[in-house]
């Protein structure tokens, strides 16, 4: 079954419906997304989720353990919390912390993505029709290039503004072992 977004205009109205696959790099269908960065609370590690082989777009890719499209007239809040439940089975009272938006613009997604975050150790009930594997990542894993071409773009753009924030951003492993 096809997949269609809503698409917004630059004040963040929106003006109607596209495919997905006519989203993907296209500026003039811009949709929107939240997204949710997880912590574990001791380690500080960041939780990353490993797209299923039957996900549509960079299957098999490392992204941000929590992310989807905004529906209609959802706020981003709104959103991360649905998909908090829906990707890792996650509810009930969770205190999402606004960090940053990042509007990402790429050959593969132009959206305008709303980032929060969060501090959950699991245990995680991901779909697996979704997501392959998730695991919790320290920060040198984070930072070694070898890794990096595991990674979706946006997961790159996400982590540059990240490490900009240095509460949500994994510390020096020293300090977590």
Known sequence: MAEYLDIFDACGNCIGQ???SECHGNPA???RTAHVVVIHPETGRL???????NKD????????????????????????LRELQEELGVSGDV??????????RNEIESEDTRVFGVRLAGPFAFQSSE???VRFWSRDELEDPANWQLFTPNLLVELA???????WYPAA???NE
């Open 161 to 167: 503004k990240l490490r900009q924030c240095p509460k």
């Open 29 to 31: 269908l811009l949709h």
């Open 18 to 20: 596209a495919l997905r």
């Open 131 to 133: 997501i392959d594997e």
């Open 95 to 104: 205190e999402l912390e606004f960090i940053f938006d990042a509007p990402i």
């Open 57 to 80: 777009i960079q299957p098999g890719k490392w992204d941000t353990a929590v992310g989807g499209h905004l529906d209609c007239g959802e706020s981003f809040e709104a959103g991360a």
């Open 173 to 175: 492993d020293d300090i």
């Open 47 to 53: 939780l990353l989720q490993k797209r299923s082989e």
